[in-house]
């Protein structure tokens, strides 16, 4: 099947995930900082908004808004050059870092919460943590209130009544259940992977793309449960 091309639209949040090819790509604590300098940099000399992030030893997943048609992609190509620079000669590494294209896809604003509790919860479910918090290398903390990280952005609610930040905080901690996040969270990394849009029938029905991949992303259900193992790829 001919491969989609990449659907940006400004303003939208997106689903990113990039994996390494074949390497760990944090081996350690400074390769994750590092990497979280580059993401700050490029998202600000790019024009996206970071709602979340989440790294893990072989892949990265992150949700953003960019604010032009070329923004993602202009922010994804310097942050992954800049961070192979550090990882080859850090590491004395030959060869590609990162597994091919990174693969994204427009998300309903609705959603964003939702998929954002998933991303963060990953590393509780393939067993590195027993709680989101205590992953350092993933943004739960900033939402949960252990943490502040200055350059996430707090989405638009559109609600100028939001409650304050501790409450708010608050009420995202006890939104954390992995096992009812699950089904949605597996449907969007498959979404994501193929392009297509993720969110409801009347959000995709909105967007300026194709009857074809609306019709796609429409009719797609529930994934077999095949698991998703920590490098982002399903097990077959």
């Known amino acids: 099947m001919a491969r989609l091309a990449r659907l940006t639209i400004p303003g939208l949040p997106h689903h990113i995930l990039q994996s390494g090819a074949g390497v760990p790509v944090f081996r350690s604590d400074d390769d994750c900082l590092f990497y979280i300098e580059c993401l700050q940099r490029c998202a600000r000399e790019s024009g996206v908004a970071l709602y979340a992030y989440l790294l893990l030893p072989e892949s990265v997943r992150l949700i953003a808004s960019p604010r032009s048609v070329s923004s993602l992609s202009i922010f994804m190509r310097r942050l992954s050059r800049r961070y192979a620079v550090w990882y080859n000669r850090v590491h004395s590494h030959t ?53 502040t990280d200055p350059f996430l952005t707090e989405p638009d609610s559109g609600d100028e009544s939001r409650a304050p930040r501790d409450a708010a905080c608050r009420a995202y901690q006890e939104l954390f259940n992995m096992e009812s996040l699950q089904p949605f969270g597996e449907e969007a990394e498959w979404k994501t992977r193929r392009g297509w ?38 097990n077959l």
């Open 95 to 147: 060869g590609p870092v990162w597994q091919g294209r990174f693969h994204s896809s427009v998300l309903e604003p609705a959603s964003l919460q939702k998929l954002t509790l998933y991303m963060e919860g990953l590393p509780v479910r393939e067993g590195f943590v027993k709680r989101p918090e205590q992953y350092v290398w993933s943004s739960y903390a900033h939402h949960a209130g252990f943490r």
């Open 197 to 234: 849009p993720i969110g409801s029938a009347p959000f995709v029905d909105s967007l300026p793309v194709s009857e074809e991949r609306k019709r796609a992303a429409r009719g797609r259900g529930r994934p077999r449960r095949e698991g998703i193992k920590a490098d982002g790829n399903r």
